[in-house]
Every structure is written in structure tokens, then in C-alpha cells.
């Protein structure tokens, strides 16, 4: 199953059509995803034991040829977790030492977007970071690595964009605020169940500006898998529903390249993981 944010409302969505949640469920099921979200397993067995009319202008070819009709899928998370270096070539390129346990700091959800939204360029030194987010469905603490998958709504996209002077403006570096400005954590297209995958631990993910290659790898390469830092983080803290985890990225930043490179004000970059879809986010000039 797959759930989007279309104008501001919970619609249900596959490859020839979609509906509107609150609507087609006769008001059973909330207006919103935010509301929805801990609802996602009831949800998808409804979906799956009824026949609906599918409008096809909600369909997912129809949705991503426009994306600015989507909004961010969930819009107010409880909590917003991001995890720094997890992928071993992009600690490298950094000249950090791979982690021996995951190194976790937040964004902010006034940064949050959509995954065709325009991010304004705020300082000659951005930076580009496509990461698979986790979607909290099911809170709780303390839940094992062998169970963690299970308290999930599903995956999205992200872009974790970081004003890296910012970031390194203070000893130690500090990683929110640089990582949090207006519409710097657009994330979507929308949330996708993981009985959509056939292996949810193992995804290419990539982004490109125009032909240019900028990141592609794969998340079997998470130095901390998504069940792992489930468990880590509930070990800490509750986990909420809604609550994003911004997993990490692999290397190809524009930080790590010699010499660096940063967006520029009418770049276009594409973001993108197997079988979840792609963000378009343009970079224009404030």
C-alpha cells in the first residue's frame, strides 16, 4: 500500500488510481495521513478486502509527472531522528571514523517538504544527501531488532540538505540547526508499506543533478540496519507514531569531493530509491 498527502489529504494510491481515505472509507479512517499513520495496518486490510472505484488522477504515474501536488506525507512528526555517517564511503570522504554506535542528532519539522518543492538557496555552501527515511507506525520502547520491522508504516524518500558552514561554525560541529532550514528536509513521494518490497533491507538509492551521477549505492550498506537502530533508539527514547528516521547517506556529497562543489541557485536534483519513487526538488535563488 502506498499513502500520500494530496493537498492536504489522506489518499490511498497504486499504479492505475487512487482514493481519498476519509471518503472512501465513509469516515472511518482520518482526513489526514499525520492521523492515519498509526492506523496503517487496519488500513491496508481494508484496502485490500474491497473494491473501490480508483480515480485515475490519483494514481502514482499521474502523481510523480506532478508533484507539486503532493505534500510532505507526514507534516507534524512527534520526532524527527537522523543518523550522522552511516555508510562506511561516506564517513570516509568526511575524514570521520566509521561509528561504533550510531551517532544521532534531529532536524526539525518546520524544515519538512514536499518531494517536488522548491528550496531556496541560502548560502553558497549547500549540500545534497538522499537517505531512506523509516516511518514509525507503532511507538513503544525498548523493541528488539527482531521485532522493530513490524512497528513500521513504511519508507520514504528524504534529502537530509545541510548548510555546511553552519554546521562546522562551532567546536564541536553541531548538525539540527544547518540541517533544518525552511525546506531543507523534503521528504515523499509518499509512504510505502515494506509488503511492497520485495527485499526492504536492500534498495538502490541514488540522486542526480540533470546527467550527472551525484550518490548511488545501496541500503544494505547502512552500517546500522533500519532494525538495528530501532532498537537503538527506543532503547533511548519512545518512538512515536509519525516519528521520521532519517537513516543516512552514502557517499558523493559535494563536502567529500576534491575540489568541493555546492548547489547552485536553478539546480535540479532528483532523488531516488528502488520501488518507493523519487523527489524533484528545484534550487532557486532568495
Not at 550527472?212 to 507514531?241: G, N
Request: net charge negative.
Amino acid at each position: 500500500m502506498r499513502i500520500a498527502n494530496v493537498a492536504g489529504r489522506a489518499c490511498l494510491i497504486t499504479p492505475t488510481g487512487g482514493v481519498d481515505l476519509f471518503d472512501a472509507s465513509q469516515g472511518a479512517f482520518p482526513e489526514t495521513v499525520d492521523a492515519a499513520i498509526g492506523d496503517v495496518v487496519d488500513i491496508a486490510a481494508w484496502f485490500r478486502s474491497i473494491e473501490l472505484d480508483l480515480d485515475p488522477t490519483l494514481s502514482t504515474t499521474a502523481l510523480l509527472a506532478d508533484l507539486g501536488r503532493l505534500g510532505p506525507p507526514i507534516t507534524r512528526p512527534p520526532q524527527v531522528f537522523a543518523i550522522g555517517l552511516n555508510y562506511a564511503d561516506h564517513a570516509g570522504e568526511t575524514g570521520f571514523d566509521v561509528p561504533s554506535q550510531p551517532m544521532v542528532f534531529t532536524k526539525f519539522a518546520s524544515s519538512l517538504a514536499g518531494p517536488g518543492a522548491q528550496v531556496p538557496v541560502l548560502a553558497d555552501t549547500i549540500d545534497w544527501e538522499v537517505e531512506l527515511v523509516a516511518v514509525v507506525g507503532t511507538g513503544g520502547r525498548d523493541i528488539a531488532a527482531e521485532e522493530a520491522m513490524s512497528h513500521l508504516a513504511g519508507f520514504c524518500i528524504g534529502q537530509d540538505i545541510s548548510e555546511r558552514r553552519l554546521q562546522m561554525a562551532s567546536q564541536p560541529a553541531q548538525f539540527s540547526l544547518a540541517k533544518s532550514l525552511r525546506n531543507y528536509s523534503p521528504i515523499g513521494p509518499w509512504i510505502t508499506t515494506l509488503d511492497e518490497l520485495e527485499d526492504p533491507t536492500d534498495l538502490a538509492i541514488a540522486c542526480h543533478h540533470g546527467d550527472e551521477v551525484l550518490q548511488a549505492s545501496r541500503t544494505k550498506h547502512l552500517i546500522f540496519d533500519v532494525a538495528t537502530l530501532i532498537e537503538y533508539l527506543s532503547r533511548h527514547v519512545e518512538l512515536l507514531p509519525g516519528d521520521l528516521i532519517f537513516t543516512g547517506t552514502p557517499d558523493g556529497v559535494g563536502v567529500g569531493r576534491r575540489p568541493r562543489v555546492f548547489i547552485q541557485p536553478g539546480w535540479e536534483i532528483r532523488s531516488e530509491i528502488e520501488g518507493l519513487g523519487y523527489l524533484h526538488n528545484t534550487f532557486v535563488q532568495m
